[in-house]
């Protein structure tokens, strides 16, 4: 059963790969929005100029990879093989991928990395996941462009993370710490806000659709008259000037 089991999934896997070729060769790897392209074999495809944006590279092998200026924003590349891939002027912005992967590639020249900089040199590359850490301020969550609804962030700590268009929608972040954040084009439509802390945040062109801010602090906040107008309770928030809605 065991052998059985193996094969069926090596078919699964052969068939993906043909599907995926197929597509390439297609010309359609233009755009590859979110495509499950996970444990792939993909050596020395040319993928450059590339939409991957959002796409699953989870243990695919990306070696030999010409990436250049592809879109790559944030990319799932868990655990996937970059030895030899070209990725200059690539973006990465809110991609899942280490300094150990990235280290692999032939060239980083032009890359903007997961924490939204420019590849300047090996500096920029620390040891941890840069994928969720600012070089510059280490242990502020990177969450740029992830889309974050399936997680519980009730009294989650946030302070000065950046989450500039996250996808926040319905997310349940009553008492989180949002002091001095980056959600500068976040959708938080129906997301629950109360009690939060986005003293100093960036909420400029937030979705705020039905958010609950009941009770939230948004003292020295960047945010407009119409977002908080477009928010479904506002009971008790402290406005961006001080004063307390009522």
């Not at 924003?73 to 002027?89: H, M, Q, V």
């Not at 850490?133 to 969550?141: I, K």
Request: hydrophobic share 45%; glycine share 8%; charged share 20%.
């Amino acid at each position: 059963m065991y052998r059985l089991f193996l094969r069926l999934v090596k078919v699964y896997m052969d068939l993906r790969q043909q599907l995926f070729l197929r597509l390439y060769f297609n010309r359609r790897k233009a755009n590859l929005v979110q495509a499950d392209l996970s444990f792939l074999d993909l050596r020395g495809a040319n993928l450059s100029h590339a939409n991957l944006r959002e796409a699953n590279l989870i243990r695919a092998d990306l070696s030999n990879v010409n990436l250049t200026n592809a879109n790559l924003l944030a990319a799932d590349l868990s655990g996937a093989r970059l030895t030899g891939a070209d990725l200059s002027g690539a973006q990465l912005t809110g991609a899942a991928v280490t300094a150990v992967q990235l280290r692999q590639a032939k060239s980083l020249q032009g890359l903007t990395l997961p924490n939204g900089q420019e590849y300047a040199g090996e500096l920029d590359l620390p040891g941890e996941d840069i994928g969720f850490n600012d070089r510059n301020q280490p242990g502020v969550a990177n969450l740029a462009w992830r889309d974050l609804r399936s997680r519980d962030l009730r009294a989650a700590d946030l302070a000065h993370a950046i989450l500039q268009g996250a996808n926040l929608h319905g997310v349940d972040l009553s008492d989180a710490d949002l002091r001095g954040a980056t959600l500068y084009g976040a959708d938080l439509g129906e997301a629950i806000l109360q009690r939060s802390d986005l003293r100093g945040a960036d909420l400029l062109t937030a979705v705020l659709y039905n958010a609950d801010l009941s009770g939230a602090d948004l003292t020295g906040a960047m945010i407009t008259e119409k977002q908080l107008a477009s928010a479904l309770l506002l009971a008790g928030t402290i406005l961006p000037d001080g004063s307390i809605y009522e």
